[in-house]
């Protein structure tokens, strides 16, 4: 089976030029500057398949993918696989047609402005294991699954999902399969994989367990995403053939998993002279969605003794141009008489070392309303800035991001040479470091964290209308607690930022 999916119609590549003036910026400008995309003054509704039929012509098509309603209308002329095959899908649940063609194209985001509503009625959209493959799957899946003594293979009948999630799907290409996990409601306490059967993915999310039967191994560990706080996506690469089932099973008061789980480090790389970053793998086939801005804490027994410390993974992105496996990444300063950093840097770190349940308070709803984040750092406080930075800078969002960069001197400066080149290839990005032991030559700012410094980029609210403004503050104990009484003193409330402590 090709990999390349090509059009509906079995053509294996099928882009058209686009018309000048309809290139993906062009669509994201269109989508910012206010036009109602979705014909309907934005108000969301719920749409039966008679009222979707309807709208199948080129001055008015709608389409439902995944069980949302998109009026595309206005983004006919911007689809890079021409009008014609769009059409194919308006007025219908186009949700089968887009998968066999692109499952991966990320529509969410770029329909965002175009969304009409939920699509009502009918429920083979909604079948838990509903097979968006790019096969035709018209024959029934494979009958009989093996069972594990606590699991039972639900196939057939639509099993009862757990109370975290409303709905289950998923699609699949030749090389990975992505389960696609809704919630009811967009509180994440904890999302734990596991693999440690052949052939099961089981997944504990907010107390529950859901298990699925793989057809076959899958590359560990997964990648999950949270593409919207009400949405997991768990995407398994994997050789061979397509699979023609993704059976449920369900779980028999299976006990929670435990708190800790044992890691090794599987690298070190220095980012510069004192900080590395560490990689580290699970011993077994499990792993911890870590939410953004949380922490995990680290449990060694070094000589003897049992040392904890809390640290804020790290993701993969662009500053770090990584493309390791690891199932951690931790950026770790290596203080000289640091018992547990410099034991975890020094490359010899073989010894028992297990990671916690992810921890944290931070909400990325706190940020539902705002147009400028501010970032605070001080040394490395920079590790829960670099997941926030990352989320805001995604093309579909409009925030405007500032990083304040407080370090010592200028040989501290982590990823400086990486936050230059994103501020000048991204418009929204800026960054300014401060020095409180800069040599003479620095001809940026110098100090520590000053009410005058804070005031010459924020806007003071003791004085003015609160704007659509938030401050993120990490870094030392003393530093933290500064920036906190100067923003107090600026009129910000707890609304309007976040220390993480
Ligand atoms: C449901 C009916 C649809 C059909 C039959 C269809 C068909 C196609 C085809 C044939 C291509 C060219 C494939 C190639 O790269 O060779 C394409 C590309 C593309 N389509 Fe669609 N499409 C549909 C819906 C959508 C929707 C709803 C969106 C998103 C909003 C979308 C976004 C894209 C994008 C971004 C590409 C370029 C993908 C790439 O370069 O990998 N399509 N489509």
């Not at 294991?129 to 899946?141: I, N, R, Y």
């Not at 990005?429 to 401060?434: A, C, I, P």
């Amino acid at each position: 089976m090709s990999e390349s999916l090509g059009s509906a119609t079995g053509n294996p590549r099928n882009k058209v030029a686009l018309k000048v003036g309809h290139s993906l910026m062009d669509w994201i400008r269109l989508g910012n500057s206010g036009v109602d995309l979705t014909g309907t003054g934005g108000k969301l509704l719920k749409v039966t398949r008679e009222e979707l039929a309807k709208h199948r012509k080129e001055d008015d098509a709608w389409i439902a993918i995944r069980g949302n309603v998109y009026n595309i209308t206005r983004y006919l002329d911007f689809h890079p696989g021409g009008v014609a095959e769009l059409m194919k899908g308006a007025g219908i649940d186009g949700t089968e047609l887009f998968n066999n063609v692109h499952p991966w194209v990320n529509f969410e985001s770029l329909l965002s402005k175009c969304l009409v509503g939920r699509l009502v009625g009918g429920n083979d959209f909604l079948t838990p294991t509903a097979v968006f493959s790019p096969v035709e799957t018209t024959q029934s899946p494979t009958n009989e699954q093996p069972k594990s003594p606590d699991a039972q293979s639900t196939s057939s009948a639509a099993p009862a999902l757990p109370p975290p999630l409303s709905k289950v799907d998923w699609y699949q290409q030749t090389s990975f399969v992505t389960l696609v996990l809704y919630l009811q409601s967009p509180n994440i306490e904890r999302i734990h994989l596991n693999c440690k059967c052949d052939k099961e993915l089981w997944v504990f999310i907010n107390g529950h367990w859901i298990g699925w039967r793989l057809s076959c191994d899958i590359k560990w560990p997964p990648l999950v995403t949270l593409p919207n706080n009400l949405k997991v996506e768990i995407k398994m690469s994997k050789d061979g053939p397509l699979w023609s089932d993704l059976p449920v099973l369900k779980s028999n008061a299976k006990p929670p998993p435990p708190k800790f789980a044992q890691v090794v480090v599987k690298a070190v790389q220095s980012v510069n002279y004192n900080v590395h970053l560490v990689e580290l793998n699970y011993v077994e086939k499990v792993l911890e969605y870590v939410p953004l801005g949380w922490h995990q804490t680290f449990k060694a027994n070094i000589k003897g003794n049992i040392v904890e410390r809390q640290y804020t993974p790290i993701m993969r992105t662009s500053l770090t141009s990584d493309t390791t496996s690891a199932d951690i990444i931790l950026m770790v300063k290596a203080y000289p008489d640091g018992v547990f950093s410099s034991w975890i840097t020094s490359g010899k770190a073989n010894d028992a070392l297990s990671a916690s349940l992810p921890v944290g308070s931070f909400a990325l709803s706190s940020l539902a309303e705002t147009q400028h984040l501010v970032l605070v750092a001080a040394g490395t406080g920079i590790t829960p800035m670099l997941r926030l930075l990352h989320w805001s800078l995604q093309p579909s969002k409009k925030v405007t991001v500032k990083l304040l960069f407080f370090n010592k001197m200028e040989k501290d400066i982590i990823w400086k040479q990486q936050f230059s080149l994103l501020m000048s290839t991204n418009s929204r990005f800026t960054v300014e470091h401060v020095l409180s032991d800069a040599d003479v030559g620095w001809k940026g700012k110098r100090g520590w964290v000053t009410l005058q410094i804070l005031q010459d980029i924020l806007p003071d609210f003791s004085t003015s209308v609160p704007l659509p403004y938030f401050v993120c503050v990490c870094g030392p104990i003393s530093f933290t607690q500064l920036t906190e009484r100067y923003l107090q003193d600026m009129g910000y409330t707890a609304l309007q930022y976040f220390c993480f402590r």
